[in-house]
Nanobody, 121 residues
Framework: QVQLVESGGGLVQPGGSLRLACVAS????????MAWYRQAPGKQRELVAG???????NYADSVKGRFTISRDNAKNTVYLQMDSLKPEDTAAYYC???????????????WGQGTQVAVSS
């Protein structure tokens, strides 16, 4: 039993900042890569940022220089610091993680339920 829970979404004005968090809980043996995806209404879900177990990060071109992904392995948590937000950042943001559970032979992808981010004046 593994669960990912996102938090930190909300309504902000253009140029504002928001910090998302995703906590993994359950019978977890280990967590590999973690990532943030987003999906705007009527659009395909896209990768925003990813981070490996060792901390190496990658970003979509649209958010480079504005977003920062980080993780705290001791807390099974991944964060997304979003600065200089734009209206086009408006979307549902989803946490994704590769997790090896106590009762599994191989890791599987898990998804959070999503948290809404709205950027509007």
């Amino acid at each position: 039993q593994v669960q990912l829970v996102e938090s930190g979404g909300g309504l902000v004005q253009p140029g504002g900042s928001l910090r998302l968090a995703c906590v993994a809980s359950g019978r977890i043996r280990g967590i590999g890569a973690m990532a943030w995806y987003r999906q705007a209404p009527g659009k395909q879900r896209e990768l925003v940022a990813g981070i490996g177990s060792g901390g190496r990060a990658n970003y979509a071109d649209s958010v480079k220089g504005r977003f920062t992904i980080s993780r705290d392995n001791a807390k099974n948590t991944v964060y997304l610091q979003m600065d200089s937000l734009k209206p086009e950042d408006t979307a549902a943001y989803y946490c994704n993680a590769e997790i090896l559970t106590m009762s599994s032979w191989s890791s599987k992808d898990y998804w959070g339920q999503g948290t809404q981010v709205a950027v509007s004046s």
